[in-house]
């Protein structure tokens, strides 16, 4: 045990280690809801236990083990009102199946891969893997979910329920795929793995601006990806890409939490490794024959910003190219969004917000604060001060997440 146990120190433990330890429990007690409920007496024992006698040394084993057992007290219970064959069966095989003994065992790195593939399997909707993801893998709580979906706690929480039931009821396996049927589902995965990224390097709603804690998971998730598959330009595409965008994590923001964007940032702060690593990367991934993936297009363009010296030497007429492709390869209206900022460097703010207008038109991202923010900020370079500050107002009203609040009242104060 070490000295200390604090109940910030057991959040931060809850917020480091509950993905990796609810994935290890589902793999040893074979259900979603009984892993779930196993991780929560878990971590409710560490709260009694912890300020005490000290936070374990390994505290992912400590709370796999104490899972583990309390999953087997809940089963007994279950057995004294209703013996079944059933419940004795699942009783002896959790008994029987041994928990990782450390940290550094790679059966915690399998078992969040299992966890990751279980969530994306074909028999759940879109909408359900990637609900399920954010509960189980990334921990966001089902608030925090439904916030993400703009949808209801309850609704939310429903449909969270069924995912899990189906999950049981379809018996489908916790597993990594057989080789002849993992290309059908890496696509999948990797979404998965991106959004695990994105939620730690751009937090959905809160107080702070990310989770450092889901970065690294998710880089370390692509990193198993492209050992168990090597050399597939989709995954080395997305690994560049979380690598570069952050290799920018200590300029980001300051000691207060308050956002730097990207044209204020100290590059002296950037990880060289990270830049050095994703560049190879993404050079190797636009290197394969075929159509390039959108993760490889995506971490070209955070090349091209994180290996220029200075802000104003950026490639722009590049980037802007760049964006061209992915808008044609792969369309969306967030890549709209961003090849329109880019055009804005390049062909000045009235054609970028011309096409900003285009993309409002059609109705899209009608919820995205982004779009009202990137407008704002065209308008105000256009000089047109009173519609850059609705449009402020706009995005306000809008942004989840209390950093990009506080950014976007700076930009409209300082307009008024």
Not at 218 to 236: C, F, K, M, S, V
Not at 268 to 277: F, H, N, R, Y
Not at 322 to 346: D, K, T
Request: aromatic share 6%.
């Amino acid at each position: 045990m070490s000295a200390g146990g604090s109940g910030s120190d057991v959040e931060r433990v809850f917020r480091q280690e509950a993905g990796r330890v609810l994935a290890t429990l589902i793999r040893l007690v074979g259900d979603f809801e009984l892993a779930e409920e196993a991780l929560q007496e878990a971590f409710a024992a560490a709260v009694a236990q912890w300020p005490i006698s000290g936070i374990a040394a390994s505290p992912r084993a400590w709370l796999v083990n104490v899972g583990r057992n309390k999953a087997i007290d809940r089963l007994r219970r279950q057995i004294r009102f209703r013996s079944t064959r059933r419940d004795l069966a699942a009783e002896a095989a959790i008994a029987g199946q041994a928990a990782p003994p450390d940290e550094s065992d790679d059966a915690f790195g399998d078992d969040m891969l299992r966890l990751i593939f279980t969530c994306c399997h074909p028999a759940l909707n879109a909408e359900a893997q990637v609900a399920l993801t954010l509960r189980a893998v990334c921990g966001l709580t089902t608030q925090a979910v439904a916030r993400a979906f703009l949808v209801g706690e309850e609704t939310m929480a429903q449909r969270l329920v069924r995912a899990k039931r189906k999950i049981r009821e379809a018996k489908i396996p916790y597993e990594t795929p057989s080789p002849s049927t993992l290309d059908d589902r890496v696509e999948g995965v990797l979404a998965v793995v991106y959004l695990v990224f994105t939620e730690g390097y751009a937090v959905t709603c809160g107080t702070d601006l990310m989770r450092q804690d889901l970065c690294h998971e998710a880089i370390r998730l692509g990193r198993l990806l492209d050992g168990l598959l090597p050399a597939r330009p989709a995954i080395q595409g997305l690994l560049a890409l979380m690598l570069l965008h952050d290799a920018r994590r200590n300029a980001r923001a300051t000691p207060d939490g308050d956002i730097i964007l990207l044209e204020g940032q100290d590059r002296s702060l950037w990880d060289k490794t990270q830049i050095d690593e994703g560049s190879a990367l993404v050079a190797q991934a636009l290197r394969a024959p075929g159509r390039p993936s959108s993760y490889a297009v995506q971490a070209a363009i955070a090349a091209l910003h994180a290996r220029a010296p200075r802000h104003e030497a950026t490639d722009w007429p590049q980037i802007v190219g760049l964006y061209e492709v992915l808008r044609r390869l792969y369309p969306s209206p967030v890549v709209e969004l961003n090849h329109a900022v880019a055009v804005s460097m390049v062909d000045g703010p009235a054609r970028a917000l011309d096409l900003l207008d285009a993309v409002a038109a059609r109705g899209w991202l009608r919820e995205y604060h982004l779009l009202p923010a990137a407008r704002a900020d065209l308008l105000g370079r256009l000089g047109r001060r009173e519609e850059a500050k609705e449009a402020y107002r706009s995005a306000i009203a809008l942004a989840r997440l209390e950093p990009e609040r506080r950014l976007l009242a700076r930009r409209l104060s300082e307009l008024s």
